[in-house]
């Protein structure tokens, strides 16, 4: 009897153990997988910002706005492109990490022909104004 009596509080203590360890995993998931966005983002931003360097010459100064991130790895957000000759063009565009170069946005056919007379890469530092109104240089 007495060990009947035993193993009933045991089978409690280990439906306990168990409880504990689910909501420790869920409530430690919860709070690792919140820091790892961040960091996602900034390197979506940043992937964006290599993308456009290589894509596009003489650039001096770029400016994300507006993002929209998308699971897995996609961003898309507005962009201003200043130019070393002081011109500046605008437009939409939508970016996955694993692009290599720039073949998409919306843009008028003008701002297609404009963007095309650019083409080639970037090789000094630009400055880089992030969403979140960060700044930098890449």
């Known amino acids: 009897m ?10 409690w203590f280990y439906l306990l153990a168990v ?14 997988n919140g820091k790892p966005r ?3 983002r900034r390197e979506l931003e940043t992937g964006l910002v290599k993308v456009l360097k290589n894509t596009y010459k003489d650039i001096e100064e770029i ?3 507006s993002p929209h991130y ?11 492109l200043r130019f070393s000759d002081n011109q ?18 919306s843009q008028t ?3 297609r ?7 080639g890469k970037t090789k000094t530092k630009v400055s880089v104004t992030y969403p979140d109104g960060d700044k930098g240089r890449e």
Not at 2 to 11: A, G, M, N, V
Not at 113 to 119: G, H, V
């Open 2 to 11: 007495l060990k009947s009596i035993f193993f009933k509080y045991y089978k």
């Open 38 to 40: 961040q960091v996602n």
């Open 109 to 111: 056919d003008e701002g």
């Open 70 to 80: 998308h699971a897995p790895d996609g961003l898309s957000c507005h962009v201003n």
């Open 19 to 32: 409880l504990i360890v689910i909501l420790a995993a869920v409530f430690f998931y919860g709070v690792l």
């Open 113 to 119: 022909a404009f963007l095309k007379n650019r083409k």
């Open 63 to 65: 400016q994300l706005t």
């Open 88 to 105: 500046e063009m605008d437009y939409d565009l939508g970016y996955s990490s694993s692009q290599k170069e720039n073949d998409q946005g």
